[in-house]
């Protein structure tokens, strides 16, 4: 079992830059892949970014590639999301993911029903 704790959301204006952070519980965070998944106002959950148990692999959506990096920190039991250049259509609810299946750890799926545990969100609403 794991909890996720997510923070760092918040209003910002178009083209600024806000740094998501998601704290693990236990101590088995390093062999879990992590992703980062939001859902807009109306609309399903989608993929955003994820990474490998060993922060080497990384995947990103179309929409924000070259603008988010996700990273991993395996000793403070911590992945951020850092997001550059946000747009109004960033706007929604960010949640942070743990994946414990073995046969993904080092290759992290898009799929939001590969990930076991969930946070409970971050509102991020850009202004235009």
């Known amino acids: 079992q794991v909890q996720l704790v997510e923070s760092g959301g918040g209003l910002v204006q178009a083209g600024g830059s806000l740094r998501l952070s998601c704290a693990a519980s236990g101590r088995t965070f390093s062999s879990y892949a992590m992703g980062w998944f939001r859902q807009a106002p109306g609309k399903e959950r989608e993929f955003v970014a994820s990474i490998s148990r060993n922060g080497i692999s990384t995947y990103y959506a179309d929409s924000v590639k070259g603008r988010f990096t996700i990273s991993r920190d395996n000793a403070k039991n911590t992945v951020y999301l850092q997001m550059n250049s946000l747009k109004p259509e960033d706007t929604a609810v960010y949640y942070c993911?743990?994946?414990?299946?073995?046969?993904?750890?080092?290759?992290?799926?898009?799929?939001?029903?590969?990930?076991?545990?969930w946070g409970q969100g971050t509102q991020v609403t850009v202004s235009s």
């Open positions: 993911a743990a994946d414990s299946s073995p046969r993904t750890g080092y290759s992290p799926t898009r799929i939001t029903n590969d990930y076991d545990y």
